[in-house]
């Protein structure tokens, strides 16, 4: 009965964060691409998340058959939320002119320097030698894991701004802007929730002078 009951708790856990996984990928990446030739269907875009579903279920058992142990899988999981996914929080909280080509570039950059440093928790051998590489024992004693992680910044800035301008000025076509990056204000999301607070509270003040 124990058994039964957390085994239904990892479960509901899991399909959660499947689900919510394949829901961000369907919306904020194939539909955006999708629709430079045209709208896609409601259909079309269930297939997409059925999809990426099984591509989910599948990349987690086998990250689950490799991995000898939980600590070890926590640990790389930390260490991609730092390289890749930290990067992109920073910058959408502080960065005004932040977008998705920074975004978009600054994500795929890092997974190809973070995979070509590799992984020895599941036995990837590193097919990029960053300074102080050992040959003998294959090991990068290089912090490139910080090196990756402020090159991501710097790629979200410097793409960021650059598709801004380009669009804005018109030197690229706006019809070929899926990210609508031409027409977004500069707010950061700290300063949007401060001034939805300070309404807020505003609406509170005169709610009480009504009283």
Known sequence: MSSGAVSAAVMSSVDSSVL???SMFTQN???PFRSLAGKPSETELIWVMRAFIVFTGAASTLAAIKVNSTYELWLLCSDLVYVILFPQLLCIMYVPFSNGYGSVTAYILGWILRIGGGEAIIGLQPFIKFPLFDEDTQVQKFPYKTMIMVINIITILVISWATKA???KEILPRRFDIFQTADHKDISYHKATDKADDQFDGDDEN?????
């Open 20 to 22: 919510s996984a394949s």
């Open 29 to 31: 990446v194939y539909k």
């Open 166 to 168: 380009l669009f804005k």
């Open 207 to 211: 709610f009480d002078t009504k009283l």
